[in-house]
């Protein structure tokens, strides 16, 4: 018989249940109750005898407010839930057509490039025929058959460019 004097604390801490289940089973069984000297209450215990297993706990009856409140909770989140993967199909979508513009944008860059390398050499090409005409027109002697080819090379060279020009010009 080994008899201990034990705060409620230490006896839980024995027993492995609360503070407060340790008092109860302390005023159920009767046992010897003394005040310490700082104030706190000692129980005298037989630890030999006292054979204490705790009871599982009973389920409390549901409030049937908390459970429709946990039906609600329960519907908001599958909602939103497939709101979120809506609006993540929706964002795929929008990023493919977002590749596709952008794929777009890139061969459209190409071409006005290509356009405008094509425009520099027209426009070069255009100039030199020009000084070439102006070459001719001021080489050109009288009646001679060389002034009446220069005269006819620079209407064939004034076509030329008065068509480029025309093209550039759409």
Request: glycine content about 2%; overall charge positive.
């Amino acid at each position: 018989m080994c008899v201990a004097l034990l705060t409620y604390a230490d006896l839980s801490a024995r027993l492995n249940i609360s503070r407060e289940a340790a008092r109860s089973l302390a005023r159920r069984r009767l046992l010897p109750r003394s005040r310490s000297d700082d104030g706190k209450a000692l129980v005298s215990v037989d630890l030999a005898e006292l054979r204490y297993t705790p009871r599982p706990r009973r389920a409390r009856p549901a409030d049937p407010i908390a459970a429709s409140m946990a039906r609600i909770e329960a519907v908001k989140t599958e909602s939103f839930k497939a709101e979120i993967a809506r609006l993540e199909d929706v964002a795929t979508a929008y990023r493919a057509v977002f590749e596709r513009e952008r794929e777009r944008a890139d061969r459209l860059a190409a071409e006005l490039q290509q356009a405008t390398a094509e425009t520099m050499a027209a426009n070069s090409w255009a100039s030199r025929l020009e000084d070439e005409v102006t070459a001719l027109r001021s080489d050109r002697r009288g009646g001679s058959i060389a002034g009446h080819a220069a005269r006819r090379l620079g209407h064939l060279a004034a076509a030329i460019v008065k068509a480029d020009r025309a093209a550039r010009a759409r």
